[in-house]
């Protein structure tokens, strides 16, 4: 199903941005951890063609042609403190090439908002062992969702992506490795989102147009080189922080809370939503679920992603 874009709101967004600074003490646990072992029913005879799952890629000579004569930012490429986190290479106070993972910063071809009275469920991370109890779910109802896939989940899991997209589901990219875009050189970047793209197409016959960057992360130099592949970014403006399940002093509660006052608000707020979930575990999924009800209750239209 091809979409439209939602309509952009240009400012900034008041909402607190997620997650993009803390990948090593606030990421959830790998994908399929203490899930039963996968037994495919199709294999996917590529996959040996294909770099190794969450490893960071390298490109294809020819990918970086397409950089040939396009303008990209000359941000730098940012360092990682040694707990994984972003070092910011700015003064306080300055932005020059719109960090969002440093100010929030966005740019009006960001995607991250809808009009008001729509709302876009994204689901981040997939397909994974714990991600067929959500499709169950959604196959009861006729709205449609988004899945960010990361393209390492792609080649173990073909037959999951090829369920979610003849449900009608939109799919976008996730990179390759899921890392700190902005931490990667520009021929990695060129990789993360084109190795992906191949899997995608050659496990569903059509390639994505839109892609999340891992934790929100990315500068003037990312968009540049997303938008020179042809890809839209897209992030969010309501964050349910089920990445936080697990972790000491998180109270999972406050996901149906959060999802409870999105919903009361929604009839007097100015803009609509797109809300990020996790399908990467089995906790993110039964939370994912569990609050599936109270969005589609509340909101006049669920979308794959908005449209005008």
Known sequence: ???????????????????????????????????????????????????????????????????????????????????GSLVNPNPPGQDPYCAWSFTGCKRPDDIFTCQKGHWALT??????LASPPLYDVLDKMPEKVTFFVIGGQVIQYPEMLQRIYKAGHEIGIHTWSHNLLTSQTTEQIVAELKWTELAIKEVIGVAPRFMRPPYGDMDDRVRGIVKQLGFIPVIWNH??????????????????????????????????????????????????????????????????????
């Open 239 to 308: 964050d349910t922080f089920d990445w936080k399940i697990n972790t000491p002093g998180f109270d999972a509660s406050s996901i149906e809370a959060a999802a409870r006052q999105w919903a009361g608000n929604a009839s007097t707020a100015a803009e609509g939503g797109i809300s990020l979930q996790h399908d990467q575990s089995q906790q993110t999924v039964d939370m994912a679920i569990k609050v599936l009800p109270i969005i589609k209750v509340c909101f006049s239209s669920l979308r794959n992603l908005c449209e005008t």
């Open 1 to 83: 199903m091809i979409l439209k874009r939602c309509l952009l709101a240009l400012a900034l967004s008041t909402t607190v941005f997620a997650h993009p600074q803390q990948p090593a003490a606030g990421s959830p646990p790998g994908p399929d951890a203490g899930l039963p072992t996968y037994k495919p029913t199709n294999s996917f005879p590529w996959k040996n063609m294909y770099p190794v799952p969450r490893a960071v890629p390298q490109p294809k000579p020819e990918w970086m042609e397409l950089l040939k004569n396009a303008t990209i930012a000359n941000a730098p490429v940012v360092k990682k403190a040694p707990d």
């Open 123 to 128: 689901y981040d991370d997939g397909p994974t």
